[in-house]
């Protein structure tokens, strides 16, 4: 058999390590030959392919980003998109196809495995640890440190200026990385798209902070929102997915705060440094495994599934459920860290 792999979506870290698990294990175990296909979707789209052999994943495991290339094409809206992935992997004899992604990543492929017939297994991939059906995804916990290293340096900085430092982590619609960051780099608060801020709550606990002599962290996602107004928006472009872009949240949240506090407050926004760089130990062991179990799963014709993390075993679920909803944080752990705000 003929294996194709694609990663699509935003990058990560972790992907190359996936990548190397399919191919070792299936030329190794079950003497599969791989294609890569190359930009995500565009790759079966436009029959624009890479050769995947033990030789072309040797040393990448601990590389960021994906050798494959990544991009946001949906072919779903692309001109005669499902014939032409069809006619394309019937070109190079593809009998499966691993798509490592996301939220609209897997979708694509939940509908060419259940509407199309196209043999499709999945793996998570997201740093905003936002699909349902897995505990982590890969990438989560290198953003996670990324982040928590930014704000253990910030908060000298903010000390020896005595200035409110607000930063801005990735979060369009879940607040995992702001919530898990925040706590371990010790932020005064947090605020998430799960939860809209009290900017006058907000102001109070930068106060509360500065009668005590300690300069104040504020950690917030980008998709957070004040009960009183609306996403802030980079531009009003949208993706093939019909996403918007989001920046500018921390600005506005620094601003605000200055200008009603009469504190000096400046943003570090952390953006796509969460993405890059060398994946952490536990990304690297996760997506190894999620490589492996994939490969099984087209082993043994388990098509339409995607692997999963449940506890510390990698589970098989249907695609179609793993991406029917999003895992945002539970209000009752936002609770639960509420008692380092202020």
Not at 15 to 21: D, E, K, S, T
Not at 73 to 82: Q, S
Not at 263 to 271: H, M, Q
Not at 291 to 315: Q, S
Request: proline content about 4%.
């Amino acid at each position: 058999m003929k294996v194709g792999v694609l990663t699509g979506g935003g990058d990560c870290p972790g992907l190359n390590a996936v990548i190397r698990g399919i191919v070792r294990k299936g030329v190794q175990e079950y003497g599969y030959d791989f294609i890569g296909f190359r930009d995500g979707w565009r790759g079966p789209l436009e029959a624009d392919t890479v050769q995947l052999d033990i030789p072309a994943v040797r040393g990448i495991l601990p590389r960021g980003g994906t050798i494959l290339g990544s991009s946001r094409t949906n072919p779903l809206k692309a001109e005669d998109g499902i014939r032409r992935i069809k006619e394309n992997l019937k070109k190079y004899e593809v009998g499966a196809l691993i798509a490592i992604g996301g939220e609209d990543t897997l979708g694509v492929a939940a509908r060419l495995s259940d509407d199309y017939g196209i043999a499709c297994v999945g793996v998570p991939k997201t740093i905003d640890n936002d699909l349902s059906a897995t505990d982590y995804t890969f990438g989560f916990d290198t953003a996670v440190n990324i982040a928590t290293e930014a704000i253990d340096r910030l908060h000298t900085t903010a000390e020896s200026h005595m200035r409110v430092l607000v930063v801005e982590v990735m979060g369009r619609h879940a607040g995992w990385i702001a919530v898990h960051s925040g706590l371990a780099g010790g932020a005064n608060a947090i605020l998430i798209p799960e939860q809209r801020f009290d900017l006058d709550e907000v102001c109070a606990w930068v106060e509360s902070r500065f009668k005590i002599r300690y300069a104040p962290i504020v950690v917030i996602a980008e998709g957070a929102m004040p009960k009183d107004g609306d996403m802030v928006l980079k531009d009003g472009s949208l993706d093939s997915f019909g996403h918007v872009r989001l920046s500018g949240i921390g600005e506005w949240l620094a601003k605000e705060i200055e200008s009603r506090t009469g504190k000096e407050a400046r943003t570090t926004v952390l953006g796509h440094v969460q993405r890059g760089g060398t994946p952490s130990a536990f990304d690297r062991w996760l997506a190894t495994r999620f490589g492996l179990h994939a490969i099984d799963a087209v082993r043994d014709g388990d098509f339409g599934k995607m692997v999963a993390l449940r506890g510390t075993d990698i589970v098989r679920v249907p695609i179609a459920d793993a991406t029917a909803k999003l895992k945002t944080v539970d209000p009752e752990l936002y609770k639960e860290i509420g008692v380092f705000f202020g």
